[in-house]
């Protein structure tokens, strides 16, 4: 919403006193990174929390990108750090013809990019995988469960959780994550499915 008023061309002392007026804090981080992106950098510091600290992947990555656009070295650790980001997207279901599904780091993604903008070669990432075949929408969320990502992982057993084919993807997940302290939810969820 935030970045799509800067496309719109809101200027940024709007977007400034809504944000000073906005009292959902999920509004303000779209704001801030919204006014980075901009080129405001009084709002860098926190961007960078959310680059690094957000447990939303999507919002994770709009941070990586906005803090992009300042063209600041003082962004490359957080761009380095990114580089080891769990979140995934799948896409290639949209194109025309033969799409091939394909896993993407999106956070990845967004701080290799980052990095060479500012002149730095990051050192090999995977950024995106090539799905195998044509899965079934079972397999698609079950993809966003094996990095691990908490919102990707909760958002998948949502989803399994309703799929009638869910259920051995669910089993192998509670097995696998049962002492993840950042996974809890998402395992309580699939262990309540799965009854």
């Known amino acids: ?13 709007a977007l400034k006193a809504a944000r000073q007026k906005e009292s959902d804090p999920r509004m ?6 919204a006014l980075v992106r901009a080129g405001d950098s009084s709002l860098a510091p926190q961007v960078r929390r959310l680059a690094l ?13 906005g803090l992009s656009k300042l063209h600041d070295p003082a962004n490359r650790d957080v761009f380095r750090q990114a580089l080891k980001d769990r979140h995934t997207a799948i896409g290639g279901l949209e194109g025309v013809g033969k799409p091939t599904p394909t896993k993407i780091y999106t956070v990845r ?7 060479r903008d500012l002149g730095e070669e990051p050192p090999p990432t995977v950024t995106r995988v090539p799905l195998k ?20 992982c909760l958002a998948a057993v949502q989803m399994l959780s ?24 998402s ?8 009854k």
């Open 162 to 185: 309703q799929h009638p084919d869910g259920r051995p993807y669910l089993q192998a997940f509670v097995k696998n994550n049962a002492k993840s302290e950042s996974l809890s939810k």
């Open 28 to 33: 303000r981080d779209l704001l801030a990174i």
């Open 133 to 152: 075949g044509a899965p079934s929408e079972a397999q698609l969320y079950a993809v966003l469960l094996e990095d691990g990502d908490p919102a990707s």
């Open 53 to 65: 600290q957000h447990p939303h992947g999507q919002l994770r990555a709009l941070a990586v990108q």
């Open 109 to 115: 993604a967004m701080a290799v990019d980052a990095l």
């Open 1 to 13: 919403v935030a970045v799509g008023m800067l496309a719109r061309g809101i200027s940024t002392s």
């Open 187 to 194: 395992v309580a969820l699939a262990r309540a499915a799965l």
